[in-house]
């Protein structure tokens, strides 16, 4: 059996589950609310419009919401094998565990860029919408939106593979989306320190806050640096991602 005949039987099968509303939850809820709050505050006369209301609705949803909807969809998927003893019989099929892993991996990939399609749509039509209700007529920058976007997705990488690898590493879900959970609540905290390198969980909110940084104090960027941020995100992708992958199925291989 090949990769991509895996991955279109993997993809079937998470087909039948409720993970497609799953990601239209935490940009809907993140993207009114932010745009609504912000909404008040503008006039015809305002500038940095947009920056301002993806700002607004980045930060949550980058620090607490996207990782948080990440974590319930790395238990679905989990949970369709762990339920009637599936993981048994998907490693009864002629194909590496180590294979599996990685398909139901790319499979969680796919579901980390539908969500950030998602919000990105939801984001322009809430925009649009309080734009032409408040008479703004800034344009809107739609590759601003598309690098941050696409930021968002890169620097989230790791945090998922991550997410996955704990909940492969711990069978009952309980157990998974508790410490999963707990590690997610303090990046915050851990963002204004110097430790944040380190903790891929704060990656992404880490971006919506130099953002955040730029838009305020209209100095020089303190965006993200390549160097040593690069390197170690990618270190810590490729450990996580190995661990998740070594340890898939192998207490059902005994």
């Not at 279109?8 to 039948?16: L, N, P, S």
Request: contains cysteine; aromatic residues 14%; proline residues 5%.
């Amino acid at each position: 059996m090949s990769f991509l005949e895996l991955l279109k039987i993997e993809f079937i099968k998470v087909k039948r589950g409720k993970m497609i509303p799953l990601i239209f939850i935490a940009p809907l809820l993140v993207v009114a609310s932010g745009v609504a709050n912000l909404q008040n505050y503008f006039s015809p006369e305002y500038t940095n419009a947009w920056a301002a209301m993806f700002i607004q609705s980045a930060l949550v949803y980058a620090y607490y919401l996207l990782p948080f909807s990440m974590i319930v969809v790395c238990v679905m998927i989990a949970g369709r094998e762990t339920g009637n003893n599936g993981i048994l019989k998907m490693l009864a099929l002629p194909v590496s565990r180590y294979v599996l892993s990685a398909a139901k991996f790319c499979v969680l990939l796919f579901y980390l860029l539908m969500e950030m399609v998602v919000f990105l749509v939801v984001f322009v039509i809430t925009g649009l919408i309080a734009a032409n209700n408040t008479g703004i007529t800034e344009a809107l920058p739609i590759m601003y939106l598309l690098k941050w976007c696409v930021g968002l997705f890169l620097t989230m990488l790791p945090s998922v593979a991550t997410i996955w690898a704990i909940t492969v590493l711990f069978e009952k879900p309980l157990l998974s989306v508790g410490l999963n959970l707990l590690l997610v609540i303090p990046s915050v905290l851990v963002a204004n320190t110097p430790l944040w390198i380190i903790y891929p969980y704060c990656y992404s909110g880490y971006l919506v806050s130099c953002s955040l940084h730029d838009f305020t104090t209209k100095g020089a960027s303190t965006g993200f640096n390549l160097f040593p941020f690069l390197p170690c995100a990618i270190l810590i992708f490729v450990l996580v991602l190995i661990m998740a992958v070594i340890r898939f199925g192998k207490k059902e291989m005994r």
